[in-house]
């Protein structure tokens, strides 16, 4: 009966796999411990630890191979405190360290370093091994944290502190972080009704050819405002959506409203190779994805072989079945993929040929800095010679300046995008023609445009090209405004001597007014 009692004890206080103590164990000492505490102990501080990489561990290797990590990071936790410090497995792969008699907070990181140290050792599981590591936040029992409850959400907060800062350090709570975890839950609750709210929607910027101006093709980009009239960022929600899963409806409804756009566009008469759309690596990893992508084209009558997906780096670097059978059956149906970012993530050249890329866009980060020495020119060149050896195209994202533009054909960059070319798509909800009627009548009426500047100056522009667009305004309605643009006059001629990247589209954000309009041209 004696042994049968210390099992049950056993079972109900202690971790079955690790032997540590459960968290009602380690519940009912830590609020020992605060007692002691308020009683004259030193103070003491919370270690909360979740293990990077873990995840990665079961997927490969299994959960057995899991279950005996689990064992041996017990282990080294134990080795790593005192007699009279505490830890405990909260569960899954998050454990728990309760510091007693800490001095100064010091004290607290130097525990933390030889914990993050002892966890990055390999750990050998069979004829493999594993690399794993920790992110840890650390919360001090004071005035800001003054109970158990208090002490461990404070600890969490700062462990998803840790993390973002790149995994594999600790960070000490501060109430930032409490005010960062907040907005992030607000975001996501947000997000979950953004879709049905019809909070979300599409702009558009286009891709010129650096050698005709030609529009190759046309990338959507998502935006958010809440009902609100809040503005959320792309780079603070998508990570969020990412996380919570809600990427993969965003995801599809992104795809066939610019599917839906792109048609609307061809019937109107836009001249254009492709619709882009920037995809998720959540959403490469659904099994589901490819033939989604197949059905929303065919919903919306949009040829497949007119898509382009842009993808980062980092979602080609995991080279698994789902991801081949999608890039086969992406392959089969003309789909091309573009690589977003090139550069900036973990660059690993075998897949530019493992998988169908079409495109390589050079970040905007080397871009927007070639004019600050010869190494970033030298960077962005050997890009260009890298896609061309490879049989891919260029494409320079975020050009603003003709300088930056110059240098760029110099190296024989294929295309560009970014503020140098806006405007050279219809606003969705605009015709092609009233489009471009409105905003040459605006320039126009503001003095932006005249007709009597000298001929090649920057906003120079022939009478005739204005007439007609004038005419094209008041007539929007009529079906003379929907004729097609071969009456327009041609990128190149004499009738228009304006190019695309000189338009001053800035003081006109609303009218985002249309291509005939080439880059280049004297003559």
Request: aromatic share 6%.
């Amino acid at each position: 009966e004696h042994e049968a009692n210390e099992q049950i004890e056993q079972l109900a206080h202690y971790d079955t796999l690790t032997g540590l103590p459960n968290r009602f164990l380690f519940r009912r000492r830590a609020l020992d411990a605060i007692a002691a505490v308020r009683n004259g102990e030193p103070p003491l501080a919370l270690l909360f630890l979740d293990l990077d990489r873990f995840k990665n561990v079961n997927d490969t290797l299994g959960h057995e191979a899991g279950d005996r990590l689990l064992q041996e990071v017990a282990g080294r936790l134990r080795q790593c405190v005192r007699g009279s410090d505490l830890v405990g497995r909260l569960g899954g792969d998050e454990f728990l360290v309760l510091l007693r008699e800490v001095g100064r907070p010091e004290d607290a990181a130097l525990v933390a370093r030889k914990i993050i140290a002892a966890l990055s050792q390999p750990v050998a599981l069979g004829e493999h091994e594993a690399h794993v590591g920790c992110s840890i936040g650390i919360a001090l029992l004071n005035e800001g944290s003054p109970d158990l409850e208090a002490l461990l959400r404070s600890a969490d907060t700062a462990m998803y502190a840790a993390k973002d800062a790149g995994r594999n350090t600790f960070q000490f709570y501060n109430d930032s972080f409490y005010e960062k975890v907040q907005r992030r839950v607000t975001i996501e609750q947000e997000l979950r009704q953004a879709l049905a709210r019809h909070e979300l929607s599409l702009v558009y910027q286009p891709t010129l050819s650096l050698r005709d101006g030609r529009v190759g093709g046309i990338e959507a980009l998502l935006r958010w405002r809440t009902t609100a009239g809040d503005s959320r960022s792309p780079v603070e929600f998508i990570p969020i959506a990412e996380e919570c899963g809600e990427i993969l409806a965003i995801g599809r409804w992104v795809l066939g409203e610019a599917c839906r756009q792109a048609r609307e566009w061809h019937e109107q008469g836009l001249v254009f190779d492709r619709i882009a759309v920037n995809v998720s690596a959540v959403q490469l990893r659904d099994p589901q994805f490819a033939t989604d992508v197949l059905e929303i084209c065919a919903r919306n009558h949009w040829p497949t072989d007119r898509l382009e997906l842009e993808l980062t780096e980092s979602a080609l670097m995991r080279d698994t079945d789902v991801l081949r059978r999608a890039f086969d059956l992406f392959a089969a149906n003309g789909i091309c993929l573009a690589v977003d970012d090139f550069g900036t993530g973990f660059s690993n050249l075998a897949y530019l040929h493992r998988f169908p890329v079409r495109h390589l866009k050079i970040d905007r980060s080397f871009v927007q800095q070639m004019g600050e020495g010869t190494r970033l020119r030298g960077l962005t060149q050997a890009v260009v010679s890298l896609g061309h050896a490879l049989g891919m195209e260029v494409v320079a994202e975020g050009v603003e300046t003709e300088a930056t533009l110059a240098m760029l054909r110099e190296q024989g960059c294929d295309q560009a995008q970014g503020r140098w070319a806006r405007g050279c798509v219809p606003r969705p909800g605009r015709t092609v023609q009233r489009a471009a009627g409105e905003y040459m009548a605006a320039l126009m009426q503001d003095r932006m445009l005249t007709t009597n500047q000298p001929k090649g100056s920057r906003l120079s522009v022939s009478s005739q090209v204005t007439a007609k667009a004038a005419q094209a305004n008041r007539n929007h309605s009529t079906a003379d405004s929907r004729r097609p643009w071969t009456s327009w006059p041609r990128p190149g001629t004499k009738k228009l001597q304006m190019a695309a990247m000189t338009l001053p589209v800035e003081p006109w954000p609303a009218l985002m007014v249309v291509v005939p309009l080439g880059v280049g041209g004297d003559d």
